[in-house]
């Protein structure tokens, strides 16, 4: 059985993060990336906040987190008798299965694109919560992409460092952080 695959619960933190199956490649072209950040816009951003994002030519990294119960509820009125975890889950499930639907069909291919399931780990202190978002901005770096991680142009540090506004990240809630920790 596969680590990190517990369910995801409001009002916490995680690193969420998952590749192509065998390290296979997950982003062909730019429009790849964009359609993958729409998708988790209309899909990830009604049941959580996005505070941090990577995304590379075979894996991503998001560090969110989970909206209360109540607002998942009421962005998901039809799904009244379902558990919250699982409302989280299937807006995951569905954000995949669609990108993998879109580059299936676009490139003539079949089959899964993503490892399953996608991995997840609880950001339950400070010092993780500074580790993960320093760890996924320097993403770029670490696999050799980029010397310049603030132009690496599919992050979120991209994003914040050139004042381009993302309704997808919580911007006011990331510089407080910011301001807060001293980053």
Do not use: W
Not at 27 to 52: C, E, G, Q, T, W
């Amino acid at each position: 059985m596969k680590k990190n695959v517990y369910p995801l619960e409001a009002e916490c933190f995680y690193h969420v993060y998952n590749r192509g199956i065998n390290g296979q490649r997950l982003f062909f072209d730019d429009l790849n990336y964009h359609y993958f950040l729409s998708l988790m816009r209309r899909k990830i951003a009604p049941i959580a906040s996005v505070y941090a994002y990577c995304l590379l030519r075979n894996h991503f990294h998001f560090l969110i987190r989970i909206k209360p119960e109540q607002e998942i509820r009421q962005a998901f009125p039809e799904k009244s008798k379902t558990d919250v975890p699982k409302i989280i889950s299937q807006q995951f499930s569905n954000t995949f299965n669609s990108y993998t639907q879109a580059i299936n069909k676009h490139f003539g291919r079949t089959g899964k694109l993503f490892e399953l399931p996608f991995r997840r780990k609880l950001i339950t202190t400070e010092e993780q919560l500074i580790n993960t978002i320093r760890y996924i901005h320097n993403n770029p770096l670490k696999h050799g992409i980029t010397e310049n991680v603030e132009g690496y142009r599919y992050s979120s540090l991209f994003k914040i460092s050139n004042g381009i506004d993302d309704p997808m990240l919580a911007l006011e809630e990331i510089l407080a952080l910011v301001a807060l920790l001293g980053l």
